[in-house]
């Protein structure tokens, strides 16, 4: 049976890689930082979520060895059975009060968290407004709800609106509104003040994913929804450990306190998932720590990435529109995406080019990922690199 399945696979992989679309793993060789070293050389990292420089930070690593060394490697069960430590709920109460909500749950990425809140939280009775451009884990986590379904265009407030109010007109008796703090794709903020408001005004519920914010986003660091001043007024936050706060893995759902205790009793990603590694627990909470006295590495972050927009604009690149650290570099081909992150590479500068079905149909673009941890002379190469690897392209 399988040779024919196999031939089939093959064949697709092939027109995956004629369109330009293949997607190569590349292996670094060295700890995550703003410099890596990728196949001969040592390169400039330009394509991480190491926002504001934590993955290979001291403190962070000195924290894991000792977490080993006092809560062991893993916990080798879930964690309604066996699987919880104090660091667990030290890291859970840690998070609840830093991003201001009663309670926290962790689950083992931020993919699950969104997998797990939808089925949940929602029957057929219930419906879920989402962004169109929503990050694929929320897009999953809804599919597996029994939710009636609604999607409004990407921050635009008026389909948000229509929606809500067809939601109600069909007398759903839930109302939950979700969407990303920040799109990973195109660095735009979701409008989190007006959807609060008409989620006011229609008796929904808002849920956001914040992934690409905590930690650096906002005066102090704890995302979009202090940036727009509603952390009172959001009822559910996603997001991962895996990016600004240290970069590993891991993810919570921070909520009202009743939503955090269903979820403990009903979430399958969560009650069927091995717990967090206390590991990870325990760098984390050493990453809170620092969060506290991170002013200066949000300067640097902001820093470089208006010094990179600026002179990428100069330059003629067209990139999307803001302020956040994610600047998509818009290449429109597929083929030509690709060609320019490899010209990059030799040149120095590692990034990723992004194409169907991560982003549209010609709509490929190349997002650069500022780092705190990056210096200005770093940014400056990159840029000169962008103009070099334009003019090897264009001949």
Request: proline share 3%; hydrophobic share 45%; aromatic share 6%.
């Amino acid at each position: 049976m399988y040779a024919s399945v196999r031939d089939d696979l093959r064949t697709t992989l092939d027109e995956i890689r004629a369109a330009g679309l293949y997607k190569p793993e590349r292996v670094i060789g060295t700890p995550q930082s703003a410099s890596v070293s990728v196949g001969s050389g040592d390169v400039l990292n330009f394509c991480a979520n190491n926002y504001l420089g934590l993955a290979d930070h001291p403190e962070v690593v000195a924290a894991a060895k000792e977490a080993l060394d006092r809560w062991g490697y893993g916990m080798a069960s879930v964690r309604f059975i066996c699987g919880t430590q104090d660091v667990h709920k030290e890291l859970e109460a840690r998070l609840s009060a830093f991003l201001g909500q009663e309670d926290t749950i962790l689950y083992s990425s931020c993919f699950d968290a969104n997998g797990g809140v939808f089925e949940t939280l929602l029957g057929p009775e219930d419906a879920v407004i989402s962004d169109a451009l929503n990050h694929a884990s929320i897009i999953d986590g809804i599919r597996l709800s029994k939710a009636r379904r609604h999607r409004y265009a990407n921050r635009d407030l008026a389909d948000l609106e229509q929606q809500l109010k067809e939601a109600v007109e069909g007398g759903a008796r839930r109302r939950l509104i979700v969407t990303d703090g920040v799109f990973s794709m195109d660095g735009y903020v979701a409008p989190l003040a007006e959807i609060c408001d008409l989620a006011d005004r229609y008796d929904a519920m808002v849920m956001v994913d914040d992934s690409h914010a905590v930690g650096f986003v906002g005066p102090g660091g704890r995302g979009t929804p202090e940036l727009h001043g509603v952390m009172d007024r959001v009822d559910i936050i996603t997001g991962t450990l895996g990016k600004a706060l240290g970069g590993a893995s891991g993810g919570y759902v921070a909520a009202r306190a009743e939503i955090v205790a269903l979820l403990r009793q009903r979430s399958r990603p969560y009650l069927f998932s091995n717990s967090l590694a206390p590991v990870i627990a325990a760098a984390s909470l050493k990453v809170l720590d620092l969060l506290e006295s991170a002013g200066d590495l949000r300067e640097r972050l902001n820093a470089n990435t208006a010094l990179f927009r600026t002179k990428m604009t100069e330059a003629g690149f067209k990139i999307l529109p803001g302020d956040h650290a994610i600047a998509p570099v818009m290449i429109g081909d597929a083929a030509e995406a690709g060609r320019m992150a490899e010209l990059l590479l030799e040149r120095g500068v590692y990034v990723i080019g992004f194409s169907y079905p991560v982003v549209p149909m010609e709509q490929a673009r190349i997002r650069v990922q500022l780092s705190a941890a990056h210096s200005t002379e770093d940014v400056e190469r990159a840029v000169a690199a962008f103009i070099d690897a334009r003019r090897a392209l264009t001949g």
